[in-house]
Every structure is written in C-alpha cells, then in structure tokens.
C-alpha cells in the first residue's frame, strides 16, 4: 500500500528509508556471502579461465616435415622452422605418414620438400614445395599460412646472402601496427572478457537476490511498508553497485598485473563508464527479478539473457563487421557492446574521446530505460 501522508512524503523521510533499505540489504551481505563470492571470486575464476585458457596467438603449432632428399640446402630450410617460435616441426620420412598424422590432428599441416628440391634452381623461382594446411579451423589455417610465408621470405633471403646474393624484390612492405604492437591476443581478450564478467555479476548480483526474497517472503513483507518503487531499487542498486565496483576494480587489477595488459586510458574515464555499465547490468537484474521468483529459474534466466549475448554478439571475439547485417542490427540493443569498445579503446589505445563519449552516452540511455521500466512493473506491485 502507498502511503498519502504528507511525512511519507517528505525528502528526508524517503532518504532515511533508502538508509534503512541500505543497511538491510548490507546485513543480508554479511549474513550470506554468496553475493560476495559472485563479485570478487567469480572474476578472478574466469579471468583466471578465460585469460590462460584462451588464446588466438598460433604458437609452437605442430608441422609435419617431409623431406625425400636430405641434403644441406634441405636442412638449412627445416632448420628455419626449428628455430621458428610459432612451430613446432616432426619430422616424417614418407607424405603419407604425415597425412595420416593430420588426419588424426597430431599436426595442423605438411611442409613437403620434393627429392628434387636441391637440384631446382631457386633463382627461377619453382622450387617444388608442397604445403598442405589443415583448414577445419579456418581462422587458424589463415594464420598459420602467414606464418609460413613468414618462414619461407626470411630462409630465403638468408639464403641468398649466403650465396653472396641479394634476393631481389619488387615491393618492400615496412608496416607497423598500432595500438598492440605485440599482436598479443590477451591484451585483445582481457578488456572484453571484464566486460563480459561484469555483465554476468551485475545481473546475478540482484536477479538472485531478489529471487531469493521472493522464495523467502521478505519481499511481500517490506511491500507492506510504506516504502515506493524508487526507494526499493534504490536499496537494491547502492550495497550491489559498491561490491559490482569492487569487482571491477579487482579485474583491472589484475588486468594490468597479472595479464600484463597495457592501461593508457584514464582511470577517471574507466571508472566513470564502469559505473555506467554496472547499472545498465544491475537494471537487468532487477527486471529478471521481476520476472522470475525462483533463484534457480532466474540464474538462468540471467545467463541465457545477459551472459551469452555479451560473449557472442559484444565484438568480445568476433568481430562484429564480419556478422550478417541483421545480426549486426542486433548487436545494438547489447549493453555489452558499448562497454566492450570502451574498454578496449582505454585499455590499448588510449583517450579516444569520440569513441568513449558515444559509447558511453549509449550505456547511459540504456540505464535510463531499464531503471524506468523497472521502477514502473514494481510500482504496480505495490499498487
């Protein structure tokens, strides 16, 4: 029941209610750790996961290398790919014996140098090498096929200044890249993969909390007080955003010193867009709430609805201008999205205010309409 009194109605009346709802929810913290476990230990253990367990560099690939031949020119080209950190060669005497090898995924490709590779002239250009690349990861077979033309353009210009030569080509291509000049993958990963984590905690933070007081029958109790809808969510939003932030601060943390993934942003501005995303991802909790009184159905309620579009549709791993234009379409109502690109841009790029700007001002619209919409289903509740 709402109350009409002119004292419910008054500020300070309703600030120390919110107080009041604060305290409880504080207490409830302590007395149930699970909402600390779900904010500081759920982090790391996907961190942890995520940040060892996945990689997109292709490193110490296993090789099959034929040579029917062997002579000192042939050892000198195997000898490139021993030295190469982004192989690792075995050794076959016969091509079927490596095919079997790929079939059976032992290797991810054949290097195969044919008996007359010594006596081809390299000059003319038709060495016979065969190259056979296992392309059921297509991705992978891409990368390892540039790695291979890696190897192969440097034996042969050490060749050539071996035989007092120099390798003659048309074009040369100095490139430098920008942003992760190591092409280390993780410092790509770890940026989105906090995004993706806090996108989980803030949901499950208040969907099962709530659902919990629901199974509990607190919930009916405190509508029975003369608190409103804003003063609920209130209460619900400030003790979870202060452990959603620390959980954010102790993924940063370990971003930068365990991961070893630059920051060159602003720690003002990476904060300030955190705070953002966390109520966007606490908003959603709330509305799962709604919908959901059971613990059980509401977690996975949370992780169909919040877990799993942030990990495929945010641009996390896939790039989102390679998707379907629908799709793409799609991955505007992803809150995770604009938080993954602000991450990522302060994280390697620095203060790139047109990009941090825009997304944030998409996040803050985000957190409008969730805080409204649940404002407005609790509101009916308590009518």
Not at 58 to 79: D, G, H, I, R, W
Not at 121 to 147: F, T
Not at 291 to 311: H, S
Request: net charge positive; aromatic share 10%; glycine share 8%.
């Amino acid at each position: 029941m709402k109350s009409d009194s002119n004292k419910d109605r008054h500020p300070g009346s309703s600030r120390l209610r919110v107080r009041a709802l604060v305290r409880k929810e504080a207490l409830q913290i302590i007395r149930d750790p699970s909402s600390i476990a779900i904010a500081f230990l759920l982090p790391i253990v996907l961190l942890f996961l995520f940040g060892y367990g996945v990689s997109l560099d292709a490193k110490n690939v296993p090789m099959a290398l034929v040579v029917e031949k062997p002579s000192a020119l042939t050892q000198s080209f195997t000898a490139a790919f021993d030295h190469s950190p982004y192989f690792t060669a075995k050794r076959f005497r016969f091509v079927q014996e490596a095919e079997q090898a790929m079939m059976e995924g032992n290797v991810k490709g054949i290097i195969w140098l044919r008996e007359n590779f010594t006596e081809t002239e390299l000059s003319k250009g038709n060495a016979p090498i065969g190259v056979l690349v296992d392309g059921v990861d297509a991705n992978n077979a891409r990368v390892i096929e540039g790695y291979l033309q890696g190897v192969w353009a440097n034996w042969l210009e050490k060749y050539a200044l071996s035989q007092g030569q120099k390798l003659a080509i048309p074009v040369v291509m100095e490139e430098r890249i920008w942003f992760n000049p190591e092409v280390r993958s993780r410092n790509f990963l770890v940026p989105g993969l906090i995004a993706v984590i806090m996108t989980l905690i803030g949901a499950l933070l208040t969907a099962m909390v709530v659902a919990r007081e629901w199974e509990r029958g607190t919930m009916e109790a405190l509508m029975a007080t003369p608190v409103r809808a804003g003063e609920i969510i209130m209460g619900k939003l400030i003790p979870y955003f202060l452990l959603g932030m620390g959980g954010m601060t102790l993924s940063v943390a370990m971003a930068v010193w365990l991961f070893e993934v630059p920051l060159r942003g602003s720690l003002f501005a990476l904060f300030g867009a955190s705070a953002l995303f966390l109520v966007v991802a606490l908003g959603m909790g709330l509305m799962i709430s709604t919908v959901a009184k059971d613990q059980f159905v509401a977690g996975q309620i949370a992780i169909i609805a919040t877990f799993l579009p942030a990990f495929i549709l945010s641009g996390f791993i896939f790039d989102i201008g390679s998707m379907p234009p629908v799709i793409q379409g799609i991955t505007h109502i992803i809150a995770a999205r604009y938080f993954v690109a602000i991450l990522q841009t302060l994280f390697l790029a620095g203060n790139v205010w047109s990009v941090v700007l825009m997304n944030a001002l998409a996040l803050m619209l985000m957190a409008v309409i969730f805080l409204m919409l649940v404002k407005k289903r609790t509101g009916k509740r308590l009518e």
